[in-house]
């Protein structure tokens, strides 16, 4: 065996012990449901697109503003009243054709591997963390190490970029994508040190959020596996010597 082929087969094993199990599930939806398998990504694909359209329009651009756009300096209320919606608000300095491959990618395999109420939960969460982290740290000041400065009130959020760090981190993990979960937290941390902006830190505010509840669902299963461990012992007939 040649150095190229040994090297071939190297990446072939690694990829199938990274990706093989969410490869093998997405395949199977989409040879067997096709399109079927992933309404809400499609659902979502259209509703980003639509609202990109409207909100470069003179007409549209304050209505899109009004209904999902989140800011630190916004009241809190209707804040969480547009979180739901601020998902699929793209940002307007960035490609939009980048935030409709990340979502059609990252939340078609979500949806395929999670299911649908799971991915968009975890998206809402991921969202979540970073509108509340933004909230936080202009309260804190740029004095503080966790801080924004106070500019950073007027900032709009992410928009679909935050759920799908968040979405990304949580397949992988669960999956056992252990390397490619490890790329994803390093190139946000990348992603602030190279460019110290808002967005950045709301992604890493987003993976914070989503591993915290991996840690609480990993706690709750453990404990619910004692649970059941301990019913089964305390069910079992005594031995008899």
């Given at each position: 065996?040649?150095?190229?082929?040994?090297a071939a087969?190297?990446v072939r094993r690694?990829?199938?012990r990274?990706?093989?199990?969410v490869?093998?599930?997405?395949?199977?939806?989409?040879?067997?449901?096709?399109?079927?398998a992933?309404?809400?990504?499609?659902a979502?694909?259209?509703?980003?697109?639509?609202?990109?359209i409207?909100?470069?329009?003179?007409?549209?651009?304050?209505?899109?503003?009004?209904?999902?756009?989140?800011?630190?300096?916004?009241?809190?209320?209707?804040?969480?009243?547009?979180?739901?919606?601020s998902?699929?608000v793209?940002?307007?300095?960035?490609?939009?054709?980048?935030?409709?491959a990340?979502?059609?990618l990252?939340?078609?395999?979500?949806?395929?591997?999670?299911?649908r109420?799971?991915?968009?939960?975890?998206?809402y969460?991921?969202?979540?963390?970073?509108?509340?982290?933004a909230?936080v740290?202009v309260?804190?000041?740029?004095d503080s190490?966790?801080?924004?400065?106070?500019?950073?009130?007027?900032?709009v959020?992410?928009g679909?970029s935050?759920?799908?760090?968040?979405?990304?981190?949580y397949?992988?993990?669960?999956?056992?994508?252990r390397?490619?979960?490890?790329a994803?937290?390093l190139a946000?941390?990348?992603e602030?040190?190279v460019?110290?902006?808002?967005?950045?830190?709301e992604?890493?505010?987003?993976?914070?959020g989503?591993g915290?509840l991996m840690l609480?669902?990993?706690?709750?299963?453990?404990?619910?596996?004692?649970?059941?461990?301990?019913?089964?012992?305390?069910?079992?007939?005594?031995?008899?010597?």
């Amino acid at each position: 065996m040649t150095r190229t082929s040994a090297a071939a087969s190297s990446v072939r094993r690694f990829a199938r012990r990274e990706w093989g199990a969410v490869y093998e599930r997405v395949r199977t939806a989409l040879v067997v449901r096709r399109w079927r398998a992933i309404p809400l990504t499609l659902a979502s694909v259209a509703l980003t697109s639509l609202l990109q359209i409207v909100q470069n329009q003179s007409w549209g651009y304050q209505f899109v503003q009004d209904i999902g756009a989140l800011r630190a300096g916004d009241p809190l209320l209707p804040s969480l009243l547009r979180t739901p919606l601020s998902l699929f608000v793209p940002a307007l300095d960035l490609p939009v054709w980048g935030a409709l491959a990340q979502v059609l990618l990252v939340f078609g395999i979500a949806e395929i591997c999670l299911g649908r109420r799971k991915t968009l939960f975890l998206a809402y969460v991921a969202t979540l963390s970073g509108t509340m982290y933004a909230r936080v740290g202009v309260a804190l000041g740029p004095d503080s190490p966790l801080g924004l400065p106070a500019a950073d009130r007027t900032v709009v959020d992410t928009g679909p970029s935050a759920a799908v760090v968040g979405l990304a981190l949580y397949v992988c993990c669960r999956y056992g994508a252990r390397w490619t979960a490890a790329a994803v937290v390093l190139a946000m941390v990348v992603e602030v040190l190279v460019k110290t902006n808002l967005a950045g830190k709301e992604h890493l505010a987003a993976l914070l959020g989503v591993g915290v509840l991996m840690l609480v669902e990993d706690a709750l299963r453990r404990r619910g596996r004692r649970r059941r461990s301990q019913d089964l012992g305390e069910g079992a007939p005594p031995i008899q010597s």
